[in-house]
Each structure stands twice: as C-alpha cells, then as structure tokens.
C-alpha cells in the first residue's frame, strides 16, 4: 500500500491484521469489474495454495457489520469453487470507501488483463480518489496558476502517486491526465496566423518562394507585364 500516504500507511499498520475467515462471512459487493471465469486461478491455488491473503475491510451495518472485499474477489470466488471453508485475510478497520476503491483499482490493474481504454479510465479514475482522499486529509494545498488563460492545474503530487501505484512512467499519467482537460480556444490572430501558415506551406511545395498576396505576378519569358505595358 506504498501508493497512500505515510499517515494512512500508519494508520492501516496499526489497524489491520491478517487472519483466517469463513467465506461465508465476508461479502463480495458492487466492483468495478465482474469476477469473470476462475476454473484457472482454482488450479493454481489447488495446486500451490493462497500465495498472498485477499484484502478485506470493516463495514458497519446496524447494530452488526461484515467483512467487505476490497481486494481479491478472484481469489475468494476460486475459494469458493474448492469447497474451502477459510481464506486468509487482510483484514483492514476503519478504511473508508476511497481508500478502498483506490486498492481496487490498483489491483485491477496490476493483476486483470485490461483493454486500453479501460486502463485509462482505471488511471483517471485512481487520480480523482487520491484527489479526494487529499481534500479530505487537508493535504491538498492548491498550486496558483501561472497560465494566460487562468486555468489550474491538477494538484501537485496526485501524478506520482498513480504513477508509484500503478508502475507507469509519470509522464505517461501525466498524458493520459491531460486527455481529459479542456483545450484553450483560440484567438482569431492564432487562427489567422495558422491559416496564412498553411497557405505559405502549401505554396512552397514545387513553386519555389511563394508569392506575397499584393505581389505582381511574375512575366513570362518574352512577356510585360501588364502594368509597364499600359505606361
């Protein structure tokens, strides 16, 4: 969990413990994936066993409560379909629903075979729960645009910290962040300027030095002009 901060890193060292608990009591709820086929990932625990515990958290519900997958729902369903009656747990107290989406996401993404368009969306999604996980700690301080436009930018550190967790460069997150981000509109000398840019390039193809607009076009071998004609 070295993708949260030191605080929450604390914080769960203190508060979690591994033990063995009945599947029965712990509770696969809403994911952001399906579960899907587990025939393979059975044998393999078959054969080798629980290699590392699935991670499980607290959740209240009235006067009782249960134990939610937060991460490792393959792992429980393969458990399931070996007839066993324990699996090992991380077992996490007082994890609150962002820290919980944030370790489900990191595992989908380090342990499901994604489509591209569903890793960027997993990346930006992990950007917008550590956001929020930083608002509510109070240790979002927002950075003063220096922009012409005014825009802000995405709060400092929110990019390396999907990057430790999901082990993409930072300059990948940070592209695949700026997908998402408004294009500046452009002024109309920024258009002109491209335009007459354009004109200039497509001139320049196989005609030599392009001719101004207010030029006089060049006479022919043989030829006046017809300005000097008419004097």
Known sequence: MDFLSKETVQRRKKRG???????????????????????ALADSLDKVGLESPISVRTVR???GGYYQ???????????KALGWAQIECQVHVNMSDDEALALEIV????????????????????AKTFERMEDQSGHNVPIESKRA??????????????????????RHVNRLLAEDKPKPAKSPEEVAA???????????????????LDEEPAALPGHTSSKKASC
């Open 17 to 39: 413990r591994t033990e063995a608990l009945s599947l029965d009591s712990i509770r696969v709820d809403a994911r952001l994936r399906e579960v899907g086929d587990v025939s």
């Open 61 to 63: 519900e009235g006067e």
């Open 69 to 79: 997958v937060v991460a490792g729902a393959p792992r429980l369903a393969a458990a």
């Open 107 to 126: 595992e989908n993404l380090h342990r499901l075979d994604l489509t591209a368009a569903e890793r960027r969306a997993q990346v930006k999604m992990l």
């Open 149 to 170: 436009d005014g825009k802000g930018h995405r709060p400092k550190g929110v990019a390396s910290k999907v990057a430790e967790a999901t082990g993409l460069t930072q």
């Open 194 to 212: 491209k335009r007459e840019a354009a004109r200039v390039a497509s001139l320049s193809k196989g005609r030599g030095k392009p001719q101004a």
